[in-house]
T-cell receptor
Framework: AQSVAQPEDQVNVAEGNPLTVKCTYS??????LFWYVQYPNRGLQFLLK??????LVKGSYGFEAEFNKSQTSFHLKKPSALVSDSALYFC?????????????FGTGTQLKVEL | NAGVTQTPKFQVLKTGQSMTLQCAQD?????MSWYRQDPGMGLRLIHY???????DQGEVPNGYNVSRSTTEDFPLRLLSAAPSQTSVYFC??????????????FGEGSRLTVL
């Protein structure tokens, strides 16, 4: 079975500082990894994904994520946080060998960026 | 572009009542799915479909039925509502297969309360 862990319920960052939102995963084979963002009272929006290739993946709104196979991690990063980045962030995984687009989501990390 | 449209946005039911949450997408996506979002539990997959006439169970299918008679529509039926089904429900769709694997498009959500 595939699973995702987001160890932090909330991350607080000052505007302009770098941010990291952590994610570790477990799959039986090679993973597809994703980050989604949810703003209040909205559906989730796709940010970025790792399928294969370069371990550093760049996505929307200046976010990037680093795939680390040995540590089974896929942490989300941004060099300089904005107040508008405040939202709920979800990491998700899918086993490449699995069928369909059945993603398993983590429990989410609330990011709060303060002035 | 409408994207993924869910109705209703809010619904209050009494225990034992039945209802249908509607989901429609206008992107010609083969894959459609229903998730429920509960505090501290992230998103959990209820049912999914990889094309018209094909449905399958996700992680938490009990108490829910689905059908897929057209590519566009994927309704979720609650057969006999229970308080444990109080949740926010999200419909999500995507193309099926590479290179768009995992890039789900979400609706705005349907908030259901069962008394």
């Amino acid at each position: 079975a595939q699973s995702v862990a987001q160890p932090e319920d909330q991350v607080n960052v000052a505007e302009g500082n770098p941010l990291t939102v952590k994610c570790t995963y477990s799959v039986s084979g090679n993973p597809y990894l994703f980050w989604y963002v949810q703003y209040p009272n909205r559906g989730l929006q796709f940010l970025l994904k790792y399928i294969t290739g370069d371990n550093l993946v760049k996505g929307s709104y200046g976010f990037e994520a680093e795939f680390n196979k040995s540590q089974t991690s896929f942490h989300l990063k941004k060099p300089s946080a904005l107040v508008s980045d405040s939202a709920l962030y979800f990491c998700a995984v899918r086993d490449k060998a699995g069928g369909g687009n059945k993603l398993t989501f983590g429990t989410g990390t609330q990011l709060k960026v303060e002035l | 572009n409408a994207g993924v449209t869910q109705t209703p946005k809010f619904q209050v039911l009494k225990t034992g009542q039945s209802m249908t949450l509607q989901c429609a997408q206008d992107m010609n996506h083969e894959y459609m799915s229903w998730y429920r979002q509960d505090p501290g539990m992230g998103l959990r997959l209820i049912h999914y479909s990889v094309g018209a006439g094909i449905t399958d169970q996700g992680e938490v299918p009990n108490g829910y039925n689905v059908s897929r008679s057209t590519t566009e529509d994927f309704p979720l039926r609650l057969l006999s509502a229970a308080p444990s089904q109080t949740s926010v429900y999200f419909c999500a769709s995507s193309y099926y297969g590479s290179p768009n694997t995992g890039e789900l498009f979400f609706g705005e959500g349907s908030r259901l309360t069962v008394l």
